[in-house]
């Protein structure tokens, strides 16, 4: 194990001897790091934190931390990070609460410098936060979201998987999937075509994508009658029965069609 002599490690840990921790990073109790991992100098790993295998947190990031919530009591909660995600420069991701105790960053995720993650998320797989972004507590975002830097988004929100959504947004509604959303205030723009088709979906997948959002955003149906028409008239699909769900489900509603 290559622990850097100034380093502070919690003897209660289990840290896999391939991992690598940097000059003056703090390890704390209950901490669980996979084969591979590199944590760089003046890193924080908090207590009751995993981190996975081929993991990169980098210098001044804080994993773990306690939670920004005048609910918070002191209770034991927790936070996972999956395989091979990278963390840079003075991340901060904060424990789960009472409310879902964890907060969740999947596998294969870059969260660029100075991104937040507030406790209780839940992020997916190989998603991506550009600088700077701010994720309130209890935010779920699914897998392949692409979040532009700058961003800020409210608490409680849903991002479907596969969106890409413009820098600068303040995203206060939930942003339904394969979309790109931009403007201000933010707005459906269109689908992710081109990421759609780099992660190989086929001409007759991005179709039925496109024939889905043509009804809800650009026929003169309100949404209801919209999920409903798409219902009776498309053959189920995965990409299909994910988004009506998605959109059926929102207790805040998605965004809405620009002007």
């Known amino acids: 194990m290559n622990i850097h002599p100034s380093a502070l490690v919690h003897p209660n840990t289990k840290i896999h001897p391939s ?26 790993i908090c207590s009751n934190t995993t981190i996975g295998k081929n993991c990169h947190v980098f210098q001044g990031a804080v994993v773990g ?51 937040h993650v507030a406790h209780d998320c839940v992020l997916g797989d190989h998603i991506i936060m550009s600088n700077a972004t701010q994720l309130a507590g209890e935010v779920v975002v699914d897998d392949y979201a692409i979040i532009g830097g700058g961003s800020l988004v409210h608490q409680f929100t849903h991002i479907g998987g596969h969106v890409m959504i413009q820098g600068g947004s303040k995203v206060n509604k939930d942003i339904p999937p394969y979309t790109m959303i931009a ?22 997948q991005v179709g039925t994508i496109q024939q889905v959002y043509r009804t809800i955003y650009m026929s003169d149906m309100n949404v209801k009658q919209a999920l409903e028409h798409i219902q009776q008239t498309m053959h189920d699909s995965e990409e299909k029965n994910y988004i009506v769900s998605f959109i059926q489900e929102s207790p805040r509603g998605v965004v809405g069609k620009g002007k």
């Open 19 to 44: 991992v690598h921790i940097g000059p003056f990073v703090c390890i704390e109790e209950n901490v669980e790091i996979g084969e591979g991992t590199i944590i760089e100098n003046n890193a924080t």
């Open 65 to 115: 931390g306690l939670p920004q919530d005048l609910k918070y009591q002191g209770e034991e909660t927790y936070t996972i990070i999956g395989d091979n995600t990278v963390l840079r420069e003075f991340v901060t991701v904060h424990r789960g609460t009472a409310s879902k105790k964890q907060t969740v960053v999947g596998n294969a995720c870059l969260i660029m410098a100075y991104c």
């Open 183 to 204: 403007r201000e205030p933010i707005c459906f723009c269109g689908i992710n075509s081109v990421g759609l088709k780099r992660r190989g979906f086929s001409d007759e």
